[in-house]
T-cell receptor
Framework: DADVTQTPRNRITKTGKRIMLECSQTKGHDRMYWYRQDPGLGLRLIYY???????NKGEISDGYSVSRQAQAKFSLSLESAIPNQTALYFCATSDRPDSGNQPQHFGDGTRLSIL | QKEVEQDPGPLSVPEGAIVSLNCTYSNSAFQYFMWYRQYSRKGPELLMYTYSSGNKEDGRFTAQVDKSSKYISLFIRDSQPSDSATYLCAMTEYSGGGADGLTFGKGTHLIIQP
């Protein structure tokens, strides 16, 4: 089983709909992240959370919200989807720095298309 | 300023060749450097993780960081068709991502010809 699991893997929806993307991890990491990947733009940070009570905006948070339901679960919501939010979305996790150098580990992504 | 420059390719080389992938950056505060490999329809997979300047070797892969030139490289020896993927460089000021997560290059698409 994957350490970082994203659901759904693919989603097609219409403009104006509310969408939730979910991420769960079995790595026991405190830190979780949401990125989006667009052709020609690379990966950009949307939101990140250092623990259950800590939520922070990233580079491109407008139009998105998140919820950290538990250490292992971090969901991303699009309250009213628009076509330019069509992208590949990735969840990532990392351990605390006091455990040594800790890189980020990614799930396999959700491909989201908004018509 | 956090810009990371990476040639998008595609870079096509014959099987067995040595591959050199590079990134340049402008933020001198970056001190943790990563290379990720991404296959089609998959998430980025961590290949190499280095701190500050120097070299790190892992099997056929060598990561090189030159902080004075703000330049990082990934070398792949004895390249295989299974190495065909997009390679992303990433960097951060802080271990684990810190306040701003990772800053990524746009990725280089590598093709190894059998």
């Amino acid at each position: 089983d994957a350490d970082v699991t994203q659901t759904p893997r693919n989603r097609i929806t219409k403009t104006g709909k509310r969408i939730m993307l979910e991420c769960s991890q079995t790595k026991g990491h405190d830190r979780m992240y949401w990125y989006r990947q667009d052709p020609g733009l690379g990966l950009r940070l949307i939101y990140y959370s250092f623990d259950v009570k800590d939520i922070n905006k990233g580079e491109i948070s407008d139009g998105y919200s998140v919820s950290r339901q538990a250490q292992a679960k971090f969901s991303l919501s699009l309250e009213s989807a628009i076509p330019n939010q069509t992208a590949l979305y990735f969840c990532a996790t990392s351990d605390r720095p006091d455990s040594g150098n800790q890189p980020q580990h990614f799930g396999d992504g959700t491909r989201l298309s908004i018509l | 300023q956090k810009e990371v420059e990476q040639d998008p390719g595609p870079l096509s080389v014959p099987e067995g060749a040595i591959v050199s992938l590079n990134c340049t950056y402008s933020n001198s505060a970056f001190q943790y450097f990563m290379w990720y490999r991404q296959y089609s329809r998959k998430g980025p997979e961590l290949l190499m993780y280095t701190y500050s300047s120097g070299n790190k070797e892992d099997g056929r892969f060598t990561a090189q960081v030159d902080k004075s030139s703000k330049y990082i490289s990934l070398f792949i020896r004895d390249s295989q068709p299974s190495d065909s993927a997009t390679y992303l460089c990433a960097m951060t000021e802080y271990s684990g991502g810190g306040a701003d997560g990772l800053t990524f290059g746009k990725g280089t698409h590598l093709i190894i010809q059998p």
